[in-house]
């Protein structure tokens, strides 16, 4: 789920999901017709800014956290795969199962590490 949430006139908030397609005023296209469902389903990449890599496996990630200073951080959660930096309290739990890493995961390792990844539609 990804979106924008505003506060309508009566003070409850929604989610937007697309507010760029709903600016745009198309009205021919409904929000739950076919052609939307596939942008909203579109797959993310998180890509690291300096090399212009794309992360594809936890190993490439790893290397990435370490040079930055997160080291791994071991837990009796046989299901997580975190990362942890001395200099702050910020914990990055990831799932074990690099299948299972979606955009939430890639959110989270952005905005702990600023200006290093960036998360774009594939």
């Given at each position: 789920?990804?979106?924008?949430?505003?506060?309508?006139?009566?003070?409850?908030?929604?989610?937007?999901?697309n507010?760029?397609n709903?600016?745009?005023?198309?009205?021919?296209?409904?929000?739950?017709?076919g052609?939307?469902?596939?942008?909203?389903?579109?797959?993310?990449?998180?890509?690291?800014?300096?090399?212009?890599?794309?992360?594809?496996?936890?190993?490439?990630?790893?290397?990435?956290?370490?040079g930055?200073?997160?080291?791994?951080?071991?837990?009796?959660?046989?299901?997580?795969?975190?990362?942890?930096?001395?200099?702050?309290?910020?914990l990055?739990?990831?799932?074990?199962?690099?299948?299972?890493?979606n955009?939430?995961?890639?959110?989270?390792?952005?905005v702990?590490?600023?200006?290093?990844?960036h998360?774009r539609?594939m």
């Open positions: 789920m990804s979106g924008v949430w505003v506060f309508n006139k009566n003070g409850v908030m929604r989610l937007v999901e507010p760029y709903q600016s745009a005023g198309d009205s021919s296209e409904s929000s739950s017709s052609g939307s469902q596939q942008q909203r389903m579109r797959r993310k990449i998180l890509l690291h800014l300096p090399t212009n890599e794309v992360v594809s496996s936890y190993g490439s990630l790893e290397k990435i956290l370490k930055l200073g997160w080291e791994r951080y071991y837990s009796d959660a046989d299901h997580l795969l975190q990362f942890h930096k001395r200099t702050s309290i910020d990055i739990s990831l799932p074990r199962d690099f299948s299972k890493f955009s939430i995961h890639m959110y989270d390792i952005v702990k590490n600023p200006n290093v990844f998360v539609d």
